[in-house]
């Protein structure tokens, strides 16, 4: 090429167009959004197969509940009462979110435990209120009855339950009173069933009952019950107090049975002279029976925490429940054994005498 030839240079390059459409790191992090909304609705809205329990709310059996007595007697005259006599509830809670489960575990003051130990199969939240709201009424009628008879008033049999179509069913109404069996006389409710035996199906026998006030007496057949030689009655007996006056137990919205031995520590209290706590702060639970024998419940745990942070120094413990309350016993809560109505009362007039106490 000459000198002085002209020649065509080449052109400088375009720029290049921007790339449409989000980068590689955008897409990671819509990604992990979306994956964390995700979690968070299914944390919070699906529901696990547990309830959670933990400590319930605890009322004074010597105190009000919505202005009334919690424990009320009356056409009986009664004396002060000083100091607080606490029932423990447990608190559960069903249809628990994943994330809801979790904050309770944490927390420190919450159990899980799987639904199945608390709701049978196609069982609703509503059948176990029912079933706990029973348990309650028949533990408070069993307190009574364990409170006067250790009081040492008389207790009278009435026919609590009738099977349909049975023999009971031709002549006894419910609440009857029951005073005599195939012409044996039935002073509490383990009179009953001795009165039958030698029994058979389709024998006759005499019940005498007392109706609305009026005695009568009337011949029944006896029927047959599946695992049963003698014959069949079909009645339900009871010990029911026989006393002039009237006692009411007046608590909504609390189920179960293990309120008994502290509505029977009550009555006592209301009914005989003295502070039976001394006036300080008792808590406890229990299961009574008509005898008074105190059986052991569940969450006794959790009742302990709910007794102490209400001031409870003293709790009465179920005996079958000693071995669990010693392990998980706050601190500053004094646990006192109890197999009976009578050891309980025991235990607390010995310290308000500054006495000992069976420990657990």
Known sequence: MSEGTAVDQAPAPLPAAPRRGLTRRTWTLVVSLLLVLALGLLGGFARVPYVA???????????????????????????????RLTMTTVSLMDDVSLFGALGLWVSGRHALAPREEFFRPGESQEDVRNQNVKAFEDSQSSAEVAALRYLDHPVKVV???????????QVLEPNDRLLAVNGRPVATAEDVRPALEGTKPGDRVELTFEHEGERKT????????????????????LDRADVPFDIKISLSDVGGPSAGLLFALAIVDKL????????????????????GEVGRIGGIAFKMVAAREGGATVFLVPA?????????????????????????????????????????
Request: hydrophobic content about 30%; some cysteine.
């Open 218 to 237: 009337a011949a029944v057949t006896l029927g047959t019950a599946e695992g049963r030689d003698t014959g069949f009655l079909g009645v339900l007996p």
């Open 272 to 291: 005989t002279p003295g502070e039976l706590n001394g006036g300080q702060s008792v808590a406890g639970t229990g299961e009574i029976n008509e005898k």
């Open 53 to 83: 329990l933990g400590p319930g709310p605890t009322y004074d059996t010597l105190g009000q509940v919505n202005g009334g007595d919690v424990v009320s007697i009356e056409g009986q005259g009664t004396f002060p009462t000083g100091g």
């Open 159 to 169: 026919a609590a339950e009738i099977t349909e179509n049975s023999a009971a069913d």
């Open 320 to 360: 079958g429940n000693c071995a669990e309350a010693r392990q998980q016993a706050p601190e500053g809560l004094r646990l006192v054994r109890v197999e009976t109505l009578d050891d309980a009362v025991s235990s607390l007039e010995s310290l308000n005498r500054g006495g000992d106490a069976p420990a657990c």
